[in-house]
């Protein structure tokens, strides 16, 4: 920063004024009481390098930014997602099955879902390879990723991922 820069930094479709440091007069100042306090005890200013941060984000938080030093002014649009539920991975047992080929062999049909989600993708793994993977966009929906595995190690992983879904087979399909 310069001695005479005056940096501010504003949020929304007003440019409402949230944090501002005059270097001349040495002050900084966090305007975080404004908007419904939506910013409250959320802003600080670096104020070595006049950097903005927000701490805790939410999807509040999304919009528009604006950042004016002196004359220059630069945009930056801010996306903050709602936290993603924990993922569920059930079986069913009447579709788990022993293979009359071989004993060693077993099948099952697992599904990992979640609900009241929007913009998140299901895949399931096996190690790093990806198996199956389903994607939304939709707001507010249920998501299931169904998976019919074929497995002769019960200690093999299968992971559903989508917010660290995963666990071991053996766990989900019993041995029929």
Known sequence: MMDDD??????GSENTLIAKIDVMAGSISVYD???????RDRLKLDHQTGSLIITDTRTEHTGLYQLQINSV?????LTVYARLPVPVISSNSSQCSSSSSSSSSSYCSLVCSVV???HVTLSWYTGNS?????SVSDLSISLSQPLEVEYQDKNSLIGGTSMNCSMKLYTVCQHY
């Not at 002014?73 to 649009?77: E, L, V, Y």
């Open 73 to 77: 002014i630069k945009n930056f649009s």
């Open 6 to 11: 005056l940096i501010q930094w504003r949020f």
């Open 130 to 134: 990806l198996l199956s993977s389903i």
């Open 33 to 39: 009481d404004v908007l419904d306090e939506r910013f």
């Open 116 to 118: 009241n989600v929007g």
